[in-house]
């Protein structure tokens, strides 16, 4: 007779999280001297040069668990392009340590949920950042550090979720071009020093609440043409509270909405100089422009803010000091407009056209009427009321060629106090 033993029972091992975790995997290229990551999840990438090595020489850590992924030196290998892919987990973070220089290219895809990217060093191709596809719904923080050094292109390409960028200083020599989706994206300038883009700037950050904000007493300097786009949604341009100032070589555009929704939107800025054209696009809301310092437009200066109860103010505060090589163009909408114009030297021509104010509304424009100084204009005004009531003032105010003003149906007033019309 045959005895039967009892199974042998198993002893289950129970690992922590970490212990079980696949760390972050490597590819090396020989070819064009590319390294492509693969991040695992959680995993915080720090990548840092290999000190007493030529450019390229690169160590990348996983700090979680302490393991290099990669180590330069040790494989004689120089990274030339840097990609890092996070895309198939959940978290993820990486940051370029100060000492780190790239030759090449740095492309960073983004994961599924939160990524953070923190750049200080230097990396001589383009940078390029792409949040996690659709339906995932990503938050990211991307920082540029003010000793970054770009030598190409920083493309931002935002997720649907809620994302912070902070532009902290540093130099990008091509163009700087960020892109949000739906949801709340913020975007924070000259926290700690200037930044220098040498080619264009363009902010089109989506549908969705909206915020761009200045940090610290510092300039954003762009080579070319600056350009900001908002969607549907409140948007908020907001240069002012602490004393950051915006340069552009070219054109300065804003565009805070569309005619198809109904939303508030607002540009506050101390200092804002273009060498060419400055343009403000307003929606189908209520649009407020203040400047409390200095506005400068090389060439024209156009206002077009659309419906809704709207407002352009060039000297909140009157403190400002502000230049117009040529035109100063104001279009109104429907709803109620107020215009302030005050220490102004215009090159050519004034024209503003006042809404159709609604019943209870007011229009309004006033030229000279707060400190410090007059406006000046060696061309053309022409000022033309909507069709409800409307004042009209003009004080402290020369006029190079002819004074025209147009009343509309409703009950206007004029009040022309220390002007002269050559």
């Given at each position: 007779?045959?005895?039967?033993?009892?199974?042998?029972?198993?002893?289950?091992?129970?690992?922590?999280?970490?212990?079980?975790?696949?760390?972050?995997?490597?590819?090396?290229?020989?070819?064009?001297?590319?390294?492509?990551?693969?991040?695992?999840?959680?995993?915080?990438?720090?990548?840092?040069?290999?000190?007493?090595?030529?450019?390229?020489?690169?160590?990348?850590?996983?700090?979680q668990a302490a393991v290099n992924v990669f180590k330069g030196d040790a494989t004689n290998?120089?990274?030339?392009?840097?990609?890092?892919?996070?895309?198939?987990?959940?978290?993820?973070?990486?940051?370029?340590?100060?000492?780190?220089?790239?030759?090449?290219?740095?492309?960073?895809?983004?994961?599924?949920?939160?990524?953070?990217?923190?750049?200080?060093?230097?990396?001589?191709?383009?940078?390029?950042?792409?949040?996690?596809?659709?339906?995932?719904?990503?938050?990211?923080?991307?920082?540029?550090?003010?000793?970054?050094?770009?030598?190409?292109?920083?493309?931002?390409?935002?997720?649907?979720?809620?994302?912070?960028?902070?532009?902290?200083?540093?130099?990008?020599?091509?163009?700087?071009?960020?892109?949000?989706?739906?949801?709340?994206?913020?975007?924070?300038?000259?926290?700690?020093?200037?930044?220098?883009?040498?080619?264009?700037?363009?902010?089109?950050?989506?549908?969705?609440?909206?915020?761009?904000?200045?940090?610290?007493?510092?300039?954003?300097?762009?080579?070319?043409?600056?350009?900001?786009?908002?969607?549907?949604?409140?948007?908020?341009?907001?240069?002012?509270?602490?004393?950051?100032?915006?340069?552009?070589?070219?054109?300065?555009?804003?565009?805070?909405?569309?005619?198809?929704?109904?939303?508030?939107?607002?540009?506050?800025?101390?200092?804002?100089?273009?060498?060419?054209?400055?343009?403000?696009?307003?929606?189908?809301?209520?649009?407020?422009?203040?400047?409390?310092?200095?506005?400068?437009?090389?060439?024209?200066?156009?206002?077009?803010?659309?419906?809704?109860?709207?407002?352009?103010?060039?000297?909140?505060?009157?403190?400002?000091?502000?230049?117009?090589?040529?035109?100063?163009?104001?279009?109104?909408?429907?709803?109620?407009?107020?215009?302030?114009?005050?220490?102004?030297?215009?090159?050519?021509?004034?024209?503003?056209?006042?809404?159709?104010?609604?019943?209870?509304?007011?229009?309004?424009?006033?030229a000279g009427t707060q400190a410090p100084g007059p406006v000046t204009v060696y061309g053309?005004?022409?000022?033309?009321?909507?069709?409800?009531?409307?004042?009209?003032?003009?004080?402290?105010?020369?006029?190079?060629?002819?004074?025209?003003?147009?009343?509309g149906s409703g009950n206007d007033n004029l009040i022309v106090d220390d002007t002269q019309?050559?």
């Amino acid at each position: 007779m045959n005895s039967i033993s009892p199974a042998r029972r198993q002893i289950l091992n129970v690992l922590s999280l970490e212990d079980r975790a696949t760390p972050a995997s490597a590819v090396y290229t020989a070819a064009t001297q590319t390294l492509t990551i693969t991040a695992a999840e959680g995993d915080r990438l720090v990548v840092a040069a290999v000190a007493k090595q030529p450019v390229g020489y690169i160590t990348l850590t996983e700090t979680q668990a302490a393991v290099n992924v990669f180590k330069g030196d040790a494989t004689n290998q120089g990274v030339r392009n840097l990609i890092v892919k996070f895309g198939s987990v959940q978290n993820g973070d990486f940051l370029l340590d100060s000492s780190a220089k790239l030759g090449g290219n740095l492309t960073i895809v983004g994961a599924k949920s939160t990524q953070s990217v923190t750049l200080f060093g230097t990396v001589g191709g383009n940078v390029t950042y792409t949040a996690a596809p659709a339906p995932a719904t990503t938050s990211d923080q991307f920082n540029v550090e003010p000793t970054t050094v770009i030598g190409g292109n920083l493309s931002l390409n935002l997720g649907k979720g809620s994302n912070t960028t902070r532009l902290k200083g540093g130099t990008i020599r091509g163009n700087l071009t960020l892109v949000g989706l739906s949801g709340t994206d913020r975007v924070e300038i000259t926290d700690s020093a200037d930044i220098n883009v040498g080619m264009a700037a363009s902010f089109n950050l989506g549908d969705g609440t909206n915020t761009v904000i200045g940090l610290g007493t510092h300039l954003m300097r762009v080579g070319g043409n600056f350009n900001y786009m908002g969607g549907t949604g409140n948007d908020t341009f907001n240069l002012d509270s602490s004393g950051a100032g915006l340069t552009a070589g070219i054109d300065a555009r804003f565009v805070l909405g569309t005619p198809l929704a109904y939303d508030s939107n607002a540009v506050s800025i101390e200092l804002l100089s273009a060498n060419r054209n400055i343009a403000f696009i307003g929606g189908a809301g209520l649009d407020t422009i203040e400047s409390s310092g200095l506005l400068s437009a090389g060439g024209n200066l156009t206002a077009n803010l659309g419906n809704g109860d709207n407002s352009f103010n060039s000297n909140q505060g009157g403190i400002g000091t502000n230049t117009i090589g040529s035109n100063f163009t104001y279009v109104g909408g429907m709803n109620g407009d107020t215009v302030l114009l005050d220490n102004t030297t215009i090159g050519r021509n004034v024209s503003v056209a006042l809404g159709d104010a609604v019943a209870g509304a007011n229009s309004s424009f006033a030229a000279g009427t707060q400190a410090p100084g007059p406006v000046t204009v060696y061309g053309n005004v022409k000022i033309v009321d909507g069709p409800k009531d409307s004042g009209i003032f003009l004080q402290r105010m020369f006029v190079g060629g002819s004074l025209t003003v147009l009343g509309g149906s409703g009950n206007d007033n004029l009040i022309v106090d220390d002007t002269q019309v050559a």
